[in-house]
Nanobody
Framework: QVQLVERGGGSVQSGGSLRLSCTAS????????MAWFRQTPGKEREGLAS???????HVVDSLQGRFTISLDNLKNTSELQMVSLKPDDTAMYSC????????????????????WGQGTQVTVSS
């Protein structure tokens, strides 16, 4: 069973930065898509960014310039670099993975992904 483990969450002041990582283990194939989502109580999960092993990358328009996604194929690890954080970025951040490409029409859809991490909390104070 594929496992995803996120690291790097925590508390930061407004304007600060955090780097989240997600490491996948027991992947059966080397062609996969990894993505980051976040969720706040009472709201649906929001897709933030995705990247696959062929370097197809997507980042939601509203986060362009502040959030950057990367992937280390050899380590099966995706990182989400977040800068200029705002209190509205406070959420539970989760990574997800699925085999194959990150579809430009589906990468932000939670149903696209088979595997999910347990999540890591990010809190941004004003």
């Amino acid at each position: 069973q594929v496992q995803l483990v996120e690291r790097g969450g925590g508390s930061v002041q407004s304007g600060g930065s955090l780097r989240l990582s997600c490491t996948a283990s027991r992947l059966e194939y080397d062609y996969y898509c990894m993505a980051w989502f976040r969720q706040t109580p009472g709201k649906e999960r929001e897709g933030l960014a995705s990247i696959d092993t062929r370097r197809n990358t997507h980042v939601v328009d509203s986060l362009q310039g502040r959030f950057t996604i990367s992937l280390d194929n050899l380590k099966n690890t995706s990182e989400l670099q977040m800068v200029s954080l705002k209190p509205d970025d406070t959420a539970m951040y989760s990574c997800a993975a699925t085999y194959g490409a990150c579809s430009s029409s589906s990468w932000f859809n939670t149903q696209w992904y088979f595997f999910w991490g347990q999540g890591t909390q990010v809190t941004v104070s004003s």
